[in-house]
C-alpha cells in the first residue's frame, strides 16, 4: 500500500486541482457583492441518515482557502448521522467560507455515501473473519478521497494504484501465456527490478487455483465470479497456503453467504462506483 506521506501528497492534489477547477481567477459571484472585510459563520447541516465522511478533509481545504478560518467540529468523521444534525461550524472571512462551500460539499456528499454503504457492507459481515475491500473502480481524480471514505466506512483498501501491488487478471494471464507464464515472468521482473511488491493472482476456476497453488510467493488468490459452493471448495483447496478472496457482482443479498464460505476478503466496486451522495448543505448562520 502507498505510504501516508504518498496518500498526503494525493490529497493536497486534489484539493489544489478542484480549487483551479472551481475557482479559476476568481470567485466572482462573492467578490461583487460581499466586502472582503466581511465575516461570518455557516453551518454543515445533514438532511439525510448514515455515516458522516469527509470532515477532516473539509478541514484542509478550508486550510487552504484561508488558514484564519476557525472550524468547530460537533461531529467527527464515521459518526452516525441523521437529518438536522450539525456536523460543524466554520467562522471567518464570507469571502472564503463561499470560496470553499462547493469542495467541501461535493467531497463530503460523496464520501458520506461511500462510508454509509462500506459501513452496511461490514454490519452484515459482523461475526465473521471477512473483511471488506475496495478497488481501482473509483471516480477518477479523487480515488484518494473514495478510498479514504472506504475506511472510515469501516472497510480496508485494496491496492490504491497499478503501481503498489501486483494483481494478476484474467487478461494478464491470457496476454502472459497462462497462469505459470505470468507469475514466474512477474517473479523475475520484481527481482530484475528489485522491487518488494505483493502478488495476487485472479483465477477463473478451480483446475487454475490448483496450477497457482504450485507456484510458491503468491500472496492472495482472487476467486472471482465462483458460486458458493465452489467457492467454499477453493478455500479448503487453497488452505493456509495464501489469503483468499471473493469478487465479482457480490451485493448485500450474497455477501454473507460468500463470507460463510471462509473468504478472508470480500472486494466490491459497489462500495466506490454505486452510491447516491448524501444530502448535506452549508448554510450561514
Not at 455557516?42 to 476557525?70: E, M, W
Request: glycine share 8%.
Amino acid at each position: 500500500m502507498i505510504s501516508q506521506e504518498q496518500f498526503d501528497t494525493e490529497i493536497e492534489l486534489i484539493i489544489a486541482n478542484a480549487i483551479r477547477e472551481d475557482v479559476g481567477d476568481g470567485d466572482h459571484s462573492s467578490l461583487a457583492c460581499i466586502p472582503r472585510s466581511a465575516n461570518g459563520k455557516a453551518k454543515l447541516l445533514v438532511k439525510d441518515n448514515g455515516v458522516i465522511a469527509g470532515v477532516a478533509f473539509a478541514k484542509k481545504v478550508f486550510n487552504y482557502i484561508d488558514k484564519d478560518l476557525k472550524v468547530e467540529t460537533l461531529l467527527e468523521d464515521g459518526s452516525l448521522v441523521k437529518y438536522g444534525d450539525i456536523v460543524f461550524y466554520v467562522e471567518g472571512a464570507s469571502q472564503s467560507i463561499l470560496k470553499a462551500e462547493r469542495l467541501v460539499l461535493n467531497a463530503m456528499q460523496r464520501m458520506s455515501a461511500i462510508a454509509t454503504k462500506t459501513k452496511q457492507f461490514v454490519d452484515l459481515l459482523e461475526g465473521t473473519e471477512t473483511k471488506i475491500l475496495d478497488t481501482r473502480k473509483t471516480t477518477p481524480g479523487i480515488r484518494a478521497l473514495e478510498k479514504w471514505a472506504v475506511k472510515i466506512g469501516g472497510g480496508e483498501n485494496h491496492r490504491f494504484a497499478l503501481y503498489d501491488m501486483i494483481m494478476l487478471k484474467d487478461n494478464h494471464i491470457d496476454f502472459a501465456g497462462g497462469i505459470t507464464n505470468a507469475i514466474n515472468k512477474t517473479k523475475t521482473y520484481l527481482k530484475d527490478t528489485n522491487r518488494d511488491l505483493k502478488i495476487i493472482v485472479e483465477a477463473r476456476n478451480l483446475e487454475e487455483i490448483k496450477e497457482i497453488l504450485q507456484t510458491k510467493g503468491v500472496y492472495r488468490i482472487l476467486i472471482d465470479n465462483f458460486n458458493f459452493e465452489d467457492t467454499r471448495k477453493a478455500v479448503a483447496l487453497i488452505g493456509d497456503s495464501c489469503l483468499t478472496e471473493s469478487s465479482g457482482g457480490i451485493n448485500e443479498k450474497t455477501i454473507r453467504n460468500y463470507a460463510e464460505c471462509g473468504v478472508d476478503y470480500i472486494s466490491s466496486g459497489a462500495l466506490t462506483h454505486s452510491v447516491y451522495n448524501m444530502d448535506l448543505s452549508l448554510k450561514a448562520v
